[in-house]
């Protein structure tokens, strides 16, 4: 068996202890003789399986008693829908504020204008192609508003908000798809975290959404499968949850636990960060697209200043066994994503092939 370095950006790398745990457990689940994934999800070894893993995050993250965590399914994008649809109020207050870092900013803001008649832009960085995130002296927020929604990290443009904004009592929305659990939040401060699983926290299919109990219930007659509070009531289990993808996390959380929690993360987080930033920031041969204050810790773009070579630094990464560093079409060139199962040996290796194929091809 040979393990590579996957810098993907999602689905990602996963803590190679939680997988091994897995296929260690793949045929029978800890003596009851079936797989995770062939048990009744209304099982007594299935329920200790989702209570567990709720009652890790809440721990992890320091979630009050005051939130509702969900284990959802349809993705972060669905979130873009679900979050508006519930927390419409009345007709003469129908507003939403967006500030606009990225591509899924974008997204995010043109499903709630199809709920919402009134969403604003509180703040955009496009004109700069996204590479920086607007400060709070920016943010043109509308007190009245429903909700404000931020992105906490741009996985295509590699920015990441170094500060919480403050929105007075607006309720903050945050979606954290691709930096949840890789630094302390204040989850006080939120009105909804919402995280895609597949960049930070585990496999594809599974959606974490933290809400505070109040933002839930606003809205009467909806589809009960788009109602977090019908969902909040059955503990996820309105229908079946993605079982196993659930189940995995739980084993992800086990291991952020054991490596210290998000304080240790961070630490581990901003080490590999820095040192991958400061091999671009040293070299003329390689270029970063984002400004140094808004630059995110989990996904970092990077250009070649002769463009022409970058076909070549992908294959040369890929026969050294580091991989999925080609970067998004938006941005050209590399990304590296670095969530918390990257090791530092990871980067070490990429910044090792970095300075090797610039003294070659430079
Ligand atoms: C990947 C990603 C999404 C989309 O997630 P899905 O689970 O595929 O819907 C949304 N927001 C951010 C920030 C992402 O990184």
Redesign the pocket.
Known sequence: MKRVFNFS??PAVLPLPVLERARDEMLDYRGSGMSVMEMSHRSKDYMAIIASAESLLREIMGIGDDYAVLFLQ?????QFSMIPMNLITAPASQSADYVMTGS?SE??CSEAKKIFTDVRVAASSKSVNYSRIPTQQELTLNPDANYVHI?S???IFGTEYPYLPDTGSVPLVV?A??NILSRPVDVSKHGIIYA?A??NLGP?GV?VVIIRKDLMGRQANLPSMLDFQALAKEGSMLNTPPTYAIYILGLVLEWVKEQGGVTAMEQHNIRKANKLYAAIDNSAFYLCPTEPLSRSRMNVPFTLAKPELTDAFLAGAKAAGLVTLKGHRSVGGMRASLYNAMPEAGVDALIAFMQEFERTQG
């Not at 349809?74 to 669905?78: F, K, N, Y």
Request: no cysteine; net charge positive.
């Open positions: 950006a999602g349809g993705g972060a994008s669905l899924w997204k995010a992105t990290n741009n996985t979606d798809s691709s895609g597949q960049k594809s959606t």
